[in-house]
């Protein structure tokens, strides 16, 4: 009885000890990765159907390999909602270095047809843009990576004269 006791004590005492050295396992050392959009690329531009190609930038400033499982992403073009998806592209970066790649978005501006003539009526002034997305990371124990862009495009530089 007092062997078993015993035996109990240490395999629980090795139980916790080991739990306990779970927390190092997912320290917060490591620095997020950097996302950037680089360019908006527009494929197809027709009546009821806008095709473009969203090129990414992932800067991976730790010391070891980042593994990228997926993009899910929101654009909005002023105040409407332009496309929102999810890309399931994985890939690896490696450690210090930068990975690139792209997302195809599709969509259909037909029912902000007024808000966009609007905007385009004067195609030097600048449209402000927002990318709001989480970037899934990790093999095994995924960390998402929260991110949020603004900028503007101007739409005189996509309208060939």
């Known amino acids: ?5 015993r035996a109990l004590h240490c395999i629980s005492l090795l139980l916790l000890l080991s739990l306990s050295g779970c927390v190092f396992w997912f320290s917060d050392d490591e620095l997020e ?41 929101r654009i909005h073009l002023s105040q409407f909602l332009l496309s929102e998806g999810e890309s399931d592209q994985w890939f690896s ?14 969509t259909n501006l037909w029912q902000h047809l007024r808000e966009v003539v ?19 990371t990790g093999l095994f124990f995924g960390k998402d990576v929260h991110l949020s862009r603004y900028g503007e495009i101007i739409p005189g530089d996509f309208i060939p004269e």
Do not use: C, W
């Open 93 to 106: 970066v490696d450690p210090k270095s930068s990975g690139y790649f792209q997302v195809p978005i599709r």
């Open 33 to 73: 990765p950097q996302v950037h959009l680089l360019k908006v690329e527009v494929i197809r531009a027709r009546l009821l159907d806008q095709k473009f190609m969203l090129y990414f930038r992932v800067d991976n400033p730790n010391d070891s390999s980042l593994t990228v499982r997926g993009l899910e992403y």
């Open 118 to 136: 609007k905007l385009l009526k004067k195609p030097e002034q600048p449209i402000p843009y927002r990318l709001e997305g989480v970037l899934q």
């Open 1 to 5: 009885m007092l062997n078993q006791r």
